[in-house]
């Protein structure tokens, strides 16, 4: 009987730890064979965490990174990062997944602080939203790789809330080591300016210097520099020219502009899912309406202005409007002028906090349903259990909501989907799977096969992450800040599939990251899928450029018509039942 109390007490947890138990059986049972994201995933990081892996280059200085013709450690993720360093120590499907659980742990430790911090003893009035809301912001499906840079944005809110009102050496000390946790590029440029103004603004309302702030700043930055001192490094001391010199932004209209504006703020961005549209946003939008009615009624103006509900909605606003002035050029021609170093710097990052205010936002309204004490319904008074159960509803529902929608990232929906209807209905799905991507038995015995030391390859109709992965140097490859003479380097051997498609010169001349062989016929024939459809099976390549680089292999999923004629000679076509992949391995002459 005690512990069915217990468990009806703690029923929130009970629902979060069903879904991380159930989450961990199905990642131990299907394994490998789980349907993971490969956009900017796996095609990305995963794959140079391999490599970091392959090379023994986690730690080392002056180290050349075998992709792209050989890129320098210090361009890669730091060592002094937690999501970096479980790939170090662990197999890599292995890490991928302890991350995705790491990212819900920090996100309803740092939820259940700030709280805390917030309403004080109160807070455990509100344990069931926190630990429901600090769930549902840890499940998010926003980029795998920086999950936890995510997760943790009100870690850092807490602690500097707790510098402001009684600083410490611990505080600070902590504080410093934050970054371990964060990502200078995508969040720590962006709360060390929010916390610049913030220094301002408390100084002036409080009339005196907010020095407890000041310091703060000057110890998170210090934080930063020392735990990815590589960036900073390639940053400050290098003088090689980046692509991000040539990069290419849009330039909208103001139309576009507004459009890009209401559409960031409904929907947010790949790369930050919130899903807040479906229920989030319109729960947000009527309390919004309906508190400010209130306060306007009542003639209590002042409120408007100083309640925290209001001033977060703002924000997300204004987040919004950066994303979408960003592509507004003669704006971002002002600030790269003025700020020389934010050149190629994508500053509208600031949508990245947007999906922790939405349920930041989110909430707010439902703790202040759980604070309505008594509500009148037909004439009598009514407990105010009523209101407290439908917050609590919402809350479930705002999960049931990030957990069944098939967004980008979603590895957990994916992965469930594809097995239901593979195990229940026999279904053959074409998506590849995480261990069918890599495929590592196969190049592993294609290695063997042409006893391979190390030589130059391209992928044609593969994600050179693949090759990468299985330990295979490529002159391809994706990443967004690397030479720009390799990129017009590499731009001539696919020079004649450049002339031939518009969109994929403009692709590359203008962005350049993925530095891939392209078609001369379709706009792409790089394929995550068990299917491959091409119109053309010729390969525009200029192989004495090709040659040029050192390149001697092309892994290809496509048997090429006019190899002959390019100078190059079929080694072998490999295949395995347990790999999508059928390769044509070509060399050249």
């Given amino acids: 009987m005690a512990a069915i109390k217990k468990i009806i007490k703690y029923w929130y947890f009970v629902i979060i730890g069903s879904f991380i138990l159930f989450t961990a059986a199905v990642y131990a049972c299907f394994g490998e064979d789980s349907y993971i994201a490969v956009h900017d995933n796996l095609d990305l990081f995963v794959a140079q965490f391999q490599m970091l892996k392959n090379t023994g280059s986690y730690f080392s200085h002056n180290a050349e990174i075998p992709f792209l013709g050989g890129i320098s450690r210090d361009n890669l993720p730091s060592e002094f990062s937690l999501y970096t360093l479980l790939y170090m120590a662990l197999p890599s499907f292995a890490a991928y997944i302890t991350g995705y659980f790491l990212k819900i742990t920090v996100a309803m430790a740092s939820v259940w602080l700030l709280a805390r911090d917030w309403y004080g003893k109160k807070a455990s009035e509100y344990k069931p939203l926190v630990a429901m809301l600090g769930f549902a912001y840890g499940i998010l499906n926003m980029f795998p790789a920086f999950g936890i840079p995510f997760a ?104 576009e502009i507004v459009r890009q504006i209401a559409d960031v703020w409904k929907n947010g961005m790949f790369h930050a899912e ?34 925290i509900y209001n001033f977060q909605m703002l924000v997300i ?29 994508q500053f509208n990052r600031t949508v990245f906090f947007s999906p922790f205010l939405w349920y930041a936002s989110f ?30 509803g919402l809350a479930l529902a705002a999960i049931a909501v990030i957990l069944l929608t098939p967004s980008r990232y979603n590895d957990w929906y994916a992965t469930c989907k594809n097995k239901a209807l593979e195990l229940v209905k026999g279904k053959v799905i074409d998506d590849m799977s995480y261990g069918e991507f890599y495929s590592t038995d196969l190049f592993e015995e294609i290695k063997q096969d042409i006893d391979y030391h190390g030589e130059w390859a391209v992928a044609y109709g593969i994600h050179p992450a693949v090759l990468e992965y299985n330990g295979i140097a490529t002159l391809d490859g994706y990443l967004g800040f690397y030479s720009q003479q390799y990129k017009e380097d590499f731009r001539k051997i696919i020079a004649p599939a450049l002339e031939r498609v518009e969109a994929s010169r403009i692709y590359y001349d203008d962005w350049g990251a993925r530095a891939y062989i392209y078609s001369g016929t379709d706009a792409s024939v790089v394929s995550a899928t068990k299917t491959m459809y091409v119109t053309d099976e010729h390969l525009y390549m200029d192989n004495e450029a090709f040659k040029e680089l050192g390149g001697k292999y092309i892994f290809s999923r496509i048997e090429l018509e006019n190899a002959e004629e390019l100078g190059l000679t079929l080694i072998k076509a490999y295949a395995s039942e347990r790999s999508p992949y059928v390769v044509f391995l070509y060399e050249s002459e």
């Fill in 152 to 255: 943790s944005v009100p870690l850092v809110i807490y602690l500097l809330r707790r510098i402001y009102k009684k600083p410490s050496f611990w505080l600070y000390l902590a504080l410093f080591c934050y970054p371990f946790l964060s990502y200078f590029s995508y969040f720590g440029f962006f709360i060390l300016a929010y916390l610049t103004v913030a220094v301002i603004w408390l100084s002036i309302r409080d009339k005196k210097f907010c020095k407890p702030l000041f310091l703060a700043v000057l110890v998170l930055a210090a934080g930063y520099v020392a735990f990815e001192y590589r960036l900073f490094g390639v940053i400050l001391l290098s003088d090689t020219e980046t692509i991000r010199s040539t990069m290419v932004e849009a330039d909208l209209t103001a139309g």
């Fill in 274 to 307: 919130s899903v807040h549209t479906k229920l989030v946003l319109p729960v947000c939008v009527l309390y919004f309406i309906y508190i400010n009615g209130k306060y306007i009624k009542e003639g209590n103006w002042k409120n408007i202005f100083h309640d």
């Fill in 317 to 345: 606003l204004f987040n919004s409007i950066i994303y979408g002035i960003y592509n507004w050029g003669g704006f971002r021609s002002l600030v790269e002028t003025l700020l020389p170093s934010l050149k190629g710097f």
């Fill in 363 to 392: 909430f707010l309204v439902l703790q202040r349903l759980y604070d309505v004490k008594n509500m009148r319904i037909a004439g009598r008074d009514k407990n105010g259990n009523l209101l407290k159960w439908l917050a609590n």
